[in-house]
């Protein structure tokens, strides 16, 4: 079965210039599915597609076997969960108020949320660590802490599929670190299938090194230029190709933990 399809979509802000073309994939059940690429090459234009902000010039999208297209809101929002790169923090909500939303978008759209939404958005809240934070101003948060917080509330919908957008850009290490064992626990513990753009590409070999399925789709000028495992399609070859970079793996074994890495090393000229 595959959750997500996108058959030879194409989509372009003007007709005439392409973003994207001819792109083909599916993504599987309980894998992570990580979107790499250069800076501009489309990946956010590509997740806004998967979204149905970005309706493509040509091609499909299938989620769970049904057409995008024929989704209503609310079975959009038990299929896909979004948390975005950046939030405008508009009125001062208290987290529980912003974690709540997620329960509301997959049941019944507007109206005061119940006690059985509320207690499980106290629990997303708590299966990410973030117990206490549930009358904090979600205004008033670190940018590290505000990402658990949309996490949590993608969480709080369940969907079967959380799209993930450049989840760690802003955080620290030990913050993306909390992240990408959230993102090992989704997967394993509570059996979700995730789409996720990103510039780490560490990122998914920490995923291949915790025994995460993970699959990965190199993006360059508006192609997929390679997919497959980490360790298939980041390799010092692609890197060149696509990142016009020189770069070289290495692994340590500390503290238990094989862990494979990419070091870029040198720009080429
Ligand atoms: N709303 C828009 N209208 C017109 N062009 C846009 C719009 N949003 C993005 N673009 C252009 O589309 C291209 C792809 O942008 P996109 O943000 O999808 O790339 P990206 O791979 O996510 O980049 P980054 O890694 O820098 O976040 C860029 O050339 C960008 O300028």
């Known amino acids: 079965m595959t959750m997500l399809r996108l058959n030879n979509l194409s989509f372009g802000y003007t007709p005439r210039q392409l973003i994207f ?36 010039q040509q091609g499909t999208i299938e989620v769970g076997g049904t057409q995008l297209a024929q ?9 896909i969960a979004y948390v975005p790169q950046s939030h405008t923090k508009t009125f001062p909500y208290t987290v529980l108020d912003i974690v709540v939303m997620g329960r509301t978008a997959a049941t019944r759209g ?44 993608a969480l ?7 799209v993930l957008d450049e989840p760690t850009a802003h955080l620290d290490f030990r913050h993306e670190l909390m992240v990408m064992e959230i993102i090992t626990w ?16 560490n990122q998914a070999f920490y995923l291949e090194n915790a025994a995460v399925p993970t699959r990965v789709a190199l993006m360059d000028q508006g192609k997929i230029a390679a997919i497959g495992t980490p360790s298939e399609v980041i390799t010092k070859s692609n890197l060149k190709d696509v990142f016009k970079i020189n770069s070289t793996t290495a692994t340590t074994n500390e503290e238990g933990l094989q862990r494979k890495f990419i070091v870029p090393l040198k720009n080429i000229r």
């Not at 001819?22 to 990946?43: T, Y």
């Not at 209503?72 to 929002?77: L, S």
């Not at 709080?156 to 959380?162: C, E, K, L, N, P």
Request: hydrophobic residues 40%.
């Open 21 to 56: 073309e001819n792109i083909s994939f599916a993504v599987h059940p309980g894998e992570v599915f990580c979107i790499i690429g250069p800076n501009g090459c489309g990946k956010t234009t590509l997740i806004d597609s998967i979204l149905g902000i970005n309706q493509p």
């Open 71 to 79: 989704l209503k809101p609310r079975e959009f929002a038990q299929q």
């Open 110 to 153: 507007f109206g005061s949320p119940d006690s059985s939404q509320q207690q499980r958005a106290r629990e997303s809240l708590e299966q990410l660590g973030l117990k206490g934070f549930e009358e904090r101003l979600y205004t008033e948060l670190s940018g590290g802490e505000l990402q658990l917080v949309l996490i949590a509330r």
């Open 156 to 162: 709080t919908q369940d969907a079967r599929i959380m």
């Open 186 to 201: 989704l997967v394993k513990e509570k059996e979700l299938t995730i789409v996720m753009a990103t510039h780490f590409l």
